[in-house]
């Protein structure tokens, strides 16, 4: 009798932990390229060049990191840059961007390199264009990374509920840096940040991010720091994975280089994170 009770206690103490999924939950690796302007603007200005928006060099590298490993892809836009701005963008690709909805998302960057938000607009005016040319609120991440992580308390509130599309911003990912500030963060938060990666308050949820791939020297120590992470968060720019031609041979070629070595490494970090129990995400 005492030994059918101890099993009987042990498997009922086996079968809480196990279906506990705070305990055992997957690790959520969420990627995105900052910066996003230049690819838009190409298949914009090319449209009857292409069939499909995959078919342009930047849009395919990123269809085939999620068909080679179920990778989830955020961008984050600049509303307007160097001349181009959103609401110039072609919708012939709403119906493809819109079946894809499911892993690759367009989020809130900034308005424009000079300023992250104008007053009456901004946020809404991305909304507005980013449903027209990627043809549902679905594609419209709610986790953002502003650009410099910048933006006041009011700014960033007037943009978390977008009246009559429920897309607002919910989700800020800070810096990636301990010695750099993340939009109206107090010090006390910020330490807080650093020591537990996230912070939940009433009206918006802020998670660490873990590191930049530019930084391609030092990949291979930023991912061995950061690997066991439960949210790991990782970027790069869309000027690296689709560098702009240069008149200067040496530079553009650099460029190249750089853009090798750091799809080498993004590539070999999903290969690692395949052998794990990991979540893709789009949002948080």
Known sequence: MLYS???KKYAFLFICIFSCPVLFSAQKVHFSVDDVSSSLRQLTEKEDSYCTPFEHPFFKYIKKLHDAYGVSVTLYCFYEL??????????KFADD?????????FGYHAFSQSCNFIDGGGYEMFVKQTVRIAGSTESIS????L????GSFEECLASSSYIGIDCGIKTLLCADSETRPSYFLTEKQEQELNETEFIYTEEFDFIKTDFRFDDWKNYKKLFGQNKDEAELVVFTHEWILNPPLRRNFILYFFSVCRKWIIERNINDFFTRLSKTDCVYVSEF
Do not use: I, M, Y
């Open 97 to 105: 961007f819109r079946n894809e909805s499911g892993w690759l998302k």
């Open 5 to 7: 009770h101890a099993v």
């Open 147 to 150: 650009d410099c992580f910048n």
């Open 82 to 91: 160097d001349g181009f701005s959103l609401d110039k963008c072609t919708e």
């Open 142 to 145: 709610q986790t953002v990374r």
